[in-house]
Structure formats: C-alpha cells, structure tokens
C-alpha cells in the first residue's frame, strides 16, 4: 500500500467517525470489489470519500435547518398570538379574512394528510415523519416501537405525511415490505383515497353539526315562495310545487338548480318541467325579468320602477348594485332542528354539493362555463368576506364545501392528483406490470406544473375583477 493510499485511507475513516457522530447512526461501508488495478482503487477509495464527505454535508445543513428549537417555539407562540388577537379583535376586516381562510385550509389539509397516514400505518407501509404546520420543527417526539417522528412546525399552515416508497425504494436501510411502492395494489389505492374519504367525512360532519346547532331548512327543489307579479306567477307556478327538469338537466336540489340557470345557453329563457302538488306534470318556458338583488329581498326593474329610481329610493351605491335575471320563485325557508333532522340534511346537502360540483367541472369542459366562474385564493377571500358577515354558520359551510371542493379535485384521474397515482395502478392492473417510475413521475411533474399555470391564470382574473 502506498503512502498516497495510506493518506486516502485515513481520511475515509475520519469522515466516516464524523457521520457516526452526527447521526448516531453506522455509515455502510462500500461492498469489497476485487482489483488488481492500483489506479482503480485509489479511484474507489476516493468515491467512497467523497460520497461519506456528502453525506455529512447533508446532515449539517440539516441540523442547520433545525437548530435553535427555542426560537422556533417562541416563532410559532407569537404567531399563534397573532392569529388569536387578530380573531378576537379584528373581526371582519382584510387581516382577519387572510387568516381565517388559512386556517380553514390548514385544517382542511391537515385532514386530508391524517387520512394517508392512518391508512398507512395499517397497511404497514414505514412512515418518516407525520408534522403539523410546515417550516423549521419546533417540537417533535417519537412513541415506543413507533418509527414515524411526530413533529409541530414553525407555520401553522397545511401538513403533510411522508411516505416510504411513494415514488420507489428510498431508503436501502429499510425492508422491501415498508415501501407503498411494494404493496399491492388495492392498499395502495386505498393508501391514496384515503385523504380523499376523511375529506368528505370532515365536511359530512360538518354539515351535521351546522344543522343540529342553527337548525336547517328544505334542501328538495320545492318551491316556497313566488314573488307577485313575477315571470313565475304569470305563468301559473304555486308554492308547494316541485321543480323536476331545468334546461334538460334532472334537478332535485336548490343547489343544482343554481348552477344549472347559470350555464351559458342561447335562448333568453329557461325551460322547467314541474310537479304540481297534485301529481301532475307540466312543461313551461318562463323568460326571466331584470331584478335588483339585495339581501333581504329583491326589487324588479321595469320601466316606470327603472333601476336609477331604486337606487335612489334605496340608497344604494351604483357601483355595487347587484342584477341578476330572475323568474321570482324561492325555496322553503321553514327552519327545522332535531338529530334526526341533522342527520337528513347533511346525507342530502353532501350529495347535492358532490353532485353539483361534478355538473360545475363537466361543464367547464364542455364550455358551459368559462374558466372566470373557478376562483383561486383571492376569490376565496372574498366568499370569506362575504359569508363571514353571516357568522359562524356560514364559516364553517364554506369549510365543508372546500372539503368536498378538495376531495373531489384530488380524486380526479390527473397526473400529480392522488386519483392521477390511482389511475397509473389502475394501467397497472390492466397490463399486468408497474409502469416505469421515472416516467410516471415525468407525467405527475408535467401535470404539477399544468396546475400551477392554471392557478395562475385563475389567481390573476380574481386579482383583476377584485381591484379594476
């Protein structure tokens, strides 16, 4: 052995310690390999050098990252602070909007994380850290005979569940049976769908709890109410008679019917097939009228009542003035309570928003509706602006909508989706074997970055039609 050798040998020893120490851990010494050529093992020698000088760089700028726990934990006090005087003292105006929708949708992610990891563990996939919040840790723990580090973060936004084996074989250290990646196939979808499930389970109770504490009313399409002299009432629609058909879609729900009546078509008039109280149906073309839409009621525009008079008479700003055309029938307003009730009205309120909001994404594929009825975060400020003055009722049904809204993106069969990797172990079902990782994984990144166009697109027409 040659002095140069000796030198490369010792100092592959010394980084070796260096490792050892900062991980507590044993670094895996390279597999022995027959040579008899002198240049080749100095060059393998100094490989394995290099690569052990790597690792320990890794682990430094790691411990860099998570140094000072301390002033991670007075970080994130402060900011809970923050978060609670803002609620508490600062009700309605833009900060408070901000930070209420965040925390909706950190609790909402959450979740949706909770469910993968759940459904993880009893699958027996290995699971290396489970956080609450993201950026530095500031706690963290580990159960006995636990692998998976338990960790609350600096930000209290989102969270997430990491997986071993989500897109291959990770980690040598580890068994082959601790990988998502080899388990079959139906843990594997049921692994995914997961965060899918506890995200319509969330909103479910949610809805339940909305109507056993406020009370609910009618969700089925009968109509309550018929403003006099309206389109409605001239063509012979009653209360109590139930709206079956809009435009050639079946309706049973309020829900459905709004977003039905708002789907672009080319006759200036709606067409309804109703049941009359008596059993009977009927087929009627009813073109709507110009109303003023307020909150507690609506003012029909004609030309002796024009809309400059309503404005006067209602001292109104013109500039935010809501018309809307409208053929003057309502829904049930009857509040009703009880557990049962509850029961019934959250079972119908989760089909008609799931069902509505897959009409809503059919329809911007057919063009029915443009891409200015999607909003993105800054339109979800506003709907937050907006229902917030109606309390805490309102706040958490936006919460249960956005959690069907997550579900049912997530679950969509689009590459960088949870239903994206299930329809790739569906391809894998029909032909027998797993597709090539790296190319999956170009297909996940290509539809990522899809999304984030998307997004873009989305965030900058909210910014336009909040601010010009």
């Not at 601790?178 to 909103?203: D, P, Y």
């Not at 008679?241 to 459905?256: A, L, Q, R």
């Not at 097939?273 to 008596?278: A, E």
């Not at 055309?325 to 309502?330: A, D, F, Q, S």
């Amino acid at each position: 052995m040659t002095k140069k050798q000796d030198e490369v040998k010792s100092t592959e020893k010394k980084s070796q310690e260096k490792v050892v120490k900062a991980t507590k851990t044993t670094t895996k010494k390279a597999p022995a390999k027959k040579t008899t050529n002198k240049k080749e093992e100095i060059k393998e020698e100094r490989d394995i050098v290099l690569e052990n000088s790597e690792k320990e760089a890794n682990i430094v700028k790691e411990e860099k990252r998570e140094e000072n726990p301390v002033k991670s934990a007075i970080e994130l006090l402060l900011i809970i602070a923050a978060i609670i005087v803002i609620i508490v003292f600062f009700p309605n105006t833009v900060i408070w909007n901000i930070v209420v929708l965040l925390l909706i949708l950190t609790a909402l992610i959450f979740v949706h994380e909770f469910g993968h990891f759940i459904i993880g563990k009893l699958c027996g996939v290995h699971i290396y850290e489970f956080a609450l919040g993201m950026g530095p840790k500031v706690l963290g723990f580990k159960r006995k005979n636990d692998p998976t580090e338990y960790n609350l973060r600096a930000l209290p936004i989102g969270g997430y569940c990491s997986l071993a084996g989500e897109e291959g074989e990770d980690d040598s250290s580890l068994p082959k049976d601790k990988f998502m990646c080899n388990k079959g196939k139906l843990k594997r979808v049921a692994i995914l769908v997961a965060g899918v499930t506890m995200n319509f389970i969330t909103a479910f109770l949610l809805l339940f709890f909305i109507s056993f504490i406020w009370g609910s009313n009618e969700q089925a399409s009968y109509i309550g109410y018929v403003e006099a002299d309206s389109p409605a009432a001239k063509a012979g629609v009653s209360v109590g008679d139930k709206i079956i058909e809009c435009n050639g879609y079946k309706v049973s729900t309020w829900d459905k019917l709004s977003v039905i009546t708002s789907l672009k078509g080319n006759n200036d008039y709606y067409e309804y097939v109703i049941r009359h109280k008596d059993g009977k149906e009927e087929k009627y073309k009813i073109i709507p009228d110009e109303y003023v839409v307020l909150d507690d009621e609506n003012i029909k525009i004609t030309e002796e009542h024009t809309l400059d008079k309503i404005i006067e008479e209602k001292k109104l700003n013109k500039d935010e003035v809501v018309t809307s055309k409208l053929i003057g029938i309502g829904a049930e307003t009857e509040i009703k309570h009880g557990f049962m009730n509850a029961l019934d009205y959250a079972y119908k309120k989760f089909g008609s928003l799931v069902s509505t909001l897959f009409l809503i994404l059919g329809s911007l594929f057919t063009g029915k509706l443009g891409l200015d009825a999607l909003s993105g975060p800054v339109g979800m400020y506003t709907v937050v602006n907006t229902v917030a003055a109606y309390g805490l009722s309102n706040i958490l049904y936006l919460a249960a909508y956005l959690s069907i809204n997550l579900g049912i993106i997530n679950i969509l069969p689009f590459p960088a989706f949870d239903g994206g990797r299930v329809l790739f172990i569906g391809i894998e079902a029909i032909t027998g074997k797993k597709v090539d990782p790296k190319i999956e994984g170009y297909f996940h990144t290509i539809g990522f970055m899809l999304i984030m166009l998307l997004m873009l697109y989305i965030t900058w027409h909210d910014i336009v039609t909040l601010f010009f």
